[in-house]
């Protein structure tokens, strides 16, 4: 089945520690997102990546880095200058015929 | 920058009930607007979109109007049932980029 994985479902940061949150697509899409969910504040964009080897800051990417090495992956990387990761993080691609958006299941970070 | 905004929530209506969820947004140019629904447990996904004013989207059995004048895209639904319980969220695709905004969601209780 075609779709968005994101791994792990759960994933904890200690203090000063960086942590990287996968996302792989088989769905042949170029471009790619990175979302933050917080309570009350629905989702706000991190990264977005339109092709392989590049990629532009959303409005919340301070803290935050990505790289787009290949089609199918866009990770994400929490730094230890995001002082409050503590959120619900969703990675997306685009359908662009139809500008869908594709999401996957999520990764919930917290801080030990 | 563009923005969304849509009415706080929780929701809460008996089965066959009208639904109205309000979404008003600011956007320069011509965006797409969407509606985005993520049920229980699950990632979010298309429920409908409108590319042009006045366009209707529909899904469902839920509706929403491309409304310019207004800067609206009001989701309804005439007769809502238990299983439409979920989140709910409007989102703009900034005219001529593939950069989404999304509203803080709206949370819809249905009571049997």
């Known amino acids: 089945d075609g779709g968005i994985t994101q791994s792990p479902k759960y994933l904890f940061r200690k203090e000063g520690q960086n942590v990287t949150l996968s996302c792989e697509q088989n769905?042949?899409?170029?471009?790619m997102y990175w979302y933050r969910q917080d309570p009350g504040q629905g989702l706000r964009l991190i990264y977005y990546?339109?092709?392989?080897?590049?990629?532009q800051k959303g409005d919340i990417a301070e803290g935050y880095s990505v790289s787009r090495e290949k089609k199918e992956s866009f990770p994400l990387t929490v730094t230890s200058a995001q002082k409050n990761p503590t959120a619900f993080y969703l990675c997306?691609?685009?359908?662009?015929?139809?500008?869908?958006?594709?999401f996957g299941s999520g990764t919930q970070l917290s801080v030990l | 920058g563009d923005s969304v905004t849509q009415m706080e929530g929780p929701v809460t209506l008996s089965e066959e009930a009208f639904l109205t969820i309000n979404c008003t947004y600011t956007a320069t140019g011509y965006p797409s607007l969407f509606w985005y629904v993520q049920y229980p447990g699950e990632g979010l996904q298309l429920l409908l979109k409108a590319t042009k004013a006045d366009d209707k989207g529909s899904n469902k059995g839920f509706e929403a109007t491309y409304r310019k004048e207004t800067t609206s895209f009001h989701l309804e639904k005439g007769s809502v049932q238990v299983s439409d319980s979920a989140v709910y969220f409007c989102a703009l695709r900034e005219y001529n980029f593939n950069k989404f905004y999304f509203g803080s969601g709206t949370k819809l209780n249905v009571k049997p």
């Open positions: 769905l042949n899409h170029d471009a």
């Open positions: 997306a691609s685009l359908e662009r015929d139809n500008e869908k958006l594709f």
């Open positions: 990546s339109q092709i392989v080897n590049d990629f």
